[in-house]
């Protein structure tokens, strides 16, 4: 019997051993399964990370890809518009090409037309003949001055100080006040001597020209011991001009004329400093003289 009850109690012993080792193997198992399964769920998270940034970079070389597309059509667009350009400036050089070489044909058979020309206008009533190459010859002259006045004026000159315009059968240079006058007075400044001494040379090279200089102020009142008013500004001013031409530059006083406008025959309204700045000017008009063109309204003096 004794060794039963022992046998029992080892039997007991051993199964209770057998269930606290399974038990542990368990328990140990489940924590490294726990374990395997948090690091699982860290690189799970770590991957959607991953793939976020990777989303938010595919986003921006998305925005940037549509940029470049964009700056391509700018690209190309700005391209075509080049070659247009090119296009037009080649056709432009072709026909400036085909004028000089129309000059040039020109100029070789330019003694058989004058001639023709001669013989037809011949046939033709002598006085308009004479008029219409007065005509030519007076457009001629004009234009060859303003091209010579323009070049010996442009140097050291704002453009809206002076302006040179052909009208009808005179030339015209406007000079602004700033640049001939001191402020509300007649006294020349320092750079209208210059500017004075180039418009003589070409007024010493046509002897056969007369030369007008007009005042013309804004409309501001003024009146001081040596003004009166307006009138009596534009006048000194012009007197001025004329006076240094002759003194200080040899021009035949015969020539010469001084005029006075006033306020008036404006270019500009008076109303904004822009516009009295405009009407604030000289006025130089080269001009052919009187008598030449009561020669031509004589009959008796059209060639025969």
């Given at each position: 019997?004794?060794?039963?009850?022992?046998?029992?109690?080892?039997?007991?012993?051993?199964?209770?051993?057998?269930?606290?080792?399974?038990?542990?193997?368990?328990?140990?198992?489940k924590?490294?399964?726990?374990?395997?399964?948090?690091?699982?769920?860290?690189?799970?998270?770590?991957?959607?990370?991953?793939?976020?940034?990777?989303l938010?970079?595919?986003?921006?070389?998305?925005?940037?890809?549509?940029?470049?597309?964009?700056?391509?059509?700018?690209?190309?667009?700005?391209?075509?518009?080049?070659?247009?350009?090119?296009?037009?400036?080649?056709?432009?050089?072709?026909?400036?090409?085909?004028?000089?070489?129309?000059?040039?044909?020109?100029?070789?058979?330019?003694?058989?037309?004058?001639?023709?020309?001669?013989?037809?206008?011949?046939?033709?009533d002598?006085y308009?003949?004479?008029?219409?190459?007065?005509?030519?010859?007076?457009?001629?002259?004009?234009?060859?001055?303003?091209?010579?006045?323009?070049?010996?004026?442009?140097?050291?000159?704002?453009?809206?100080?002076?302006?040179?315009?052909?009208?009808?059968?005179?030339?015209?240079?406007?000079?602004?006040?700033?640049?001939?006058?001191?402020?509300?007075?007649?006294?020349?400044?320092?750079?209208?001597?210059?500017?004075?001494?180039?418009?003589?040379?070409?007024?010493?090279s046509?002897?056969?020209?007369?030369?007008?200089?007009?005042?013309?102020?804004?409309?501001?009142?003024?009146?001081?011991?040596?003004?009166?008013?307006?009138?009596?500004?534009?006048?000194?001013?012009?007197?001025?001009?004329?006076?240094?031409?002759?003194?200080?530059?040899?021009?035949?006083?015969?020539?010469?004329?001084?005029?006075?406008?006033?306020?008036?025959?404006?270019?500009?309204?008076?109303?904004?400093?822009?516009?009295?700045?405009?009407n604030?000017?000289?006025?130089?008009?080269?001009l052919?003289?009187?008598?030449?063109?009561?020669?031509?309204?004589?009959?008796?003096?059209?060639?025969?």
């Amino acid at each position: 019997m004794r060794i039963t009850i022992q046998l029992v109690l080892l039997l007991f012993a051993g199964a209770m051993v057998t269930s606290c080792v399974s038990k542990k193997k368990f328990l140990a198992t489940k924590k490294d399964l726990t374990s395997q399964l948090e690091a699982a769920n860290k690189d799970l998270a770590s991957c959607d990370d991953r793939v976020k940034s990777m989303l938010g970079k595919l986003g921006a070389c998305e925005k940037e890809k549509e940029l470049l597309q964009a700056d391509l059509r700018n690209a190309q667009s700005t391209l075509k518009l080049r070659e247009e350009q090119i296009t037009d400036l080649k056709t432009q050089r072709d026909n400036q090409l085909a004028q000089v070489g129309n000059l040039t044909v020109l100029s070789q058979s330019a003694n058989d037309n004058i001639k023709e020309t001669l013989t037809q206008l011949e046939k033709k009533d002598k006085y308009i003949h004479l008029l219409q190459a007065a005509k030519t010859k007076a457009d001629s002259i004009n234009l060859a001055l303003a091209v010579n006045l323009k070049s010996v004026l442009k140097n050291g000159i704002e453009d809206e100080d002076v302006e040179v315009k052909v009208d009808k059968t005179v030339v015209f240079i406007n000079l602004s006040d700033k640049m001939l006058f001191q402020s509300g007075s007649s006294n020349l400044t320092s750079k209208a001597s210059g500017v004075l001494g180039n418009i003589a040379k070409i007024i010493q090279s046509r002897p056969d020209l007369e030369v007008m200089v007009e005042g013309y102020t804004d409309n501001v009142p003024i009146k001081n011991n040596c003004i009166e008013d307006n009138w009596d500004l534009s006048v000194k001013r012009s007197t001025a001009v004329v006076r240094t031409l002759q003194k200080n530059f040899d021009i035949d006083p015969n020539r010469l004329i001084a005029a006075g406008r006033g306020e008036y025959n404006t270019l500009a309204t008076n109303y904004t400093p822009e516009g009295r700045a405009a009407n604030r000017r000289t006025r130089i008009i080269i001009l052919p003289k009187l008598d030449q063109f009561y020669d031509l309204l004589n009959p008796n003096l059209a060639p025969k």
